[in-house]
């Protein structure tokens, strides 16, 4: 029985570890806000919001608005063409991933942009024309020295 015990305490030791690396694994932003920009062309709207912060899921979901922007993408731009531009920007003190991009109904590029926070999930989004792009903090969200 104590020879029992102790093999258990042992694997549970051994899983702490493990454990508090999974929980500060580092979250690959960029492929998740390609993974969210691609949804959003495919309309997969309820993986947006399964994916989103509780604040958010519930003020989009109520407002319909991943459907909303979804479909003014696929009616006024079409379908993306190529892509000009990822990089992360600073704006209201947000960390933002842009993407501009060129699509086929639309002579200027669209510009699509997500925050995310630390953990991945959607906290916002904003689309637009490239040239109407809001005014940023920060070019960069590297960290500056104070």
Known sequence: MKQRLWILAL?????????AQAQEAVV???????????????????????HSTEETRAGMAEENSFARYSQMIAERAGFELE?????????????????????????????????????????????GPWTQAPPVEAETCEATAG
Do not use: H
């Open 11 to 19: 694997c549970a030791a051994a899983l702490i570890p493990v454990s």
């Open 28 to 50: 690959d932003s960029l492929a998740l806000a390609r993974q969210y920009t691609q949804w959003l062309y495919a309309g997969e709207t309820d993986s947006l919001i399964a």
């Open 83 to 127: 892509v000009s531009e990822e990089t992360w920007k600073l704006r209201n003190g947000d960390c933002q991933y842009w993407r501009v991009a060129q699509f086929s109904a639309m002579e200027e590029p669209l510009l699509i942009r997500w925050v995310l926070d630390p953990r991945g999930r959607i906290e916002g989004l904003g689309a």
